[in-house]
């Protein structure tokens, strides 16, 4: 009962995924990524070892297209998983389990890749796929903040939405942009509304944090 996008940024090498759904607390369970490895989202009848297994392959360097195929062979009820996953390289995979509520389906586009169920059409992930492209000059967090947005504006999760999570990771192991809305009756508006405070407030004190280059880790 979810939509979700994973991306990579072409431009910065950030990695992340962004997802809503009619449920409380979709980042728990659905949106995972790592610095410098990729971003994987796991829905439908979720299993977040999907997720966890596949971003350490990624981590070996196996491809987004190879782990997925690797963890759904693993998985006796793959047919009623959906899985967007992407890589370090911007190389995109995607699973779209035959059992899935409809309407269920993916696309994928210039290092990106945006899956759905029990949507109210193949429009939801359409549009937000054109947000995307549109927005390669923006950072991550803000494209993938519009292309959510683009998608419930023409429909979304048939039942609406609940929560929200949006999740990029730069260099650095901790996240750039984590904003999780768990709980809404408009999540989508409390989504602006967080956005804009990321923007102005808590960004820059990310940026500000200590750097790993920075630490020498203990012994």
């Known amino acids: 009962m ?11 090498g950030q990695v992340g995924v962004a997802a809503a759904t009619a449920v409380q607390a979709v980042g728990k369970l659905a949106c995972h990524a790592i610095a410098n490895v990729g971003a994987i989202a796991s829905q439908a009848l979720t299993n977040p070892y999907l997720a966890y297994d596949g971003l ?15 963890v759904l062979a693993a ?51 359409e549009q937000a ?6 927005t390669e000059h923006l950072d991550l967090a803000k494209r993938l903040t519009l292309a959510l947005l683009a998608g419930d504006s023409v429909g979304g999760d048939r039942h609406g939405e609940r929560s929200v999570n949006i999740l990029v990771f730069s260099t650095e192991e901790y996240a750039l942009c984590d904003i999780r809305i768990d709980d809404h009756n408009a999540p989508m508006d409390e989504l602006r509304r967080l956005f804009k405070i990321y923007q102005e ?16 880790p203990p012994t």
Do not use: Y
């Open 2 to 12: 979810t939509f979700s996008i994973v991306a990579r940024c072409e431009r910065t």
């Open 56 to 70: 350490r392959l990624l981590e070996r360097g196996i491809s987004a297209e190879d782990a997925l195929k690797r």
């Open 75 to 125: 998985d006796a009820h793959a047919n009623r998983r959906q899985v967007g996953v992407v890589d370090n390289m911007g190389r995109t995979a995607a699973w779209t389990g035959p059992d899935t509520i409809k309407w269920s389906g993916q696309v994928s586009g210039r290092q990106c890749s945006i899956q759905g169920n029990r949507l109210t059409g193949p429009e939801v992930l």
């Open 129 to 134: 796929l054109i947000a995307m492209h549109e």
């Open 201 to 216: 407030k808590i960004l820059p004190n990310v940026l500000n944090l200590p750097k790993r280059a920075d630490i020498v």
